[in-house]
């Protein structure tokens, strides 16, 4: 059974950077992407980004597009900057293990962290 784990996660002031890792403790499989997300408390998980194993290519959330990166192949990073309050949640890796039309929707992955808190906090 593949398990997903993911470190890095804390307290930050408004402003402030942290990274993200996550990394498949055991099993293999095939990824063909990788994915963040993240669900704030009374709110639905939603996509942070993706990288797609096969070219490379990368897509993010409005939200967060120009302050944070998602890179990695073996070990799944998240780096954020420029933090604010509105990304205080749980942040959530998760991998497709097939190809997907559309890697923006929760039910597109396969396996799922067991998820990394992250408060932007003055």
């Known amino acids: 059974q593949v398990q997903l784990v993911e470190f890095g996660g804390g307290l930050v002031q408004p402003g402030g950077s942290l990274r993200l890792s996550c990394v498949a403790s055991?099993?293999?499989?095939?990824?063909?992407?990788m994915a963040w997300f993240r669900q704030a408390p009374g709110k639905e998980r939603e996509f942070v980004a993706v990288?797609?194993?096969?070219?490379g290519n990368t897509d993010y959330a409005d939200s967060v597009k120009g302050r944070f990166t998602i890179s990695g192949d073996n070990t799944l990073y998240l780096q954020m900057n420029n933090l604010k309050p509105e990304d205080s949640a749980v942040y959530y890796c998760a991998a497709a293990a097939g190809y997907r039309h559309d890697y923006t929707y929760r039910r597109s992955y396969d396996f799922w962290g067991q998820g990394t808190q992250v408060t932007v906090s003055s």
């Open positions: 055991q099993g293999t499989f095939s990824r063909y992407a």
């Open positions: 990288i797609r194993r096969t070219n």
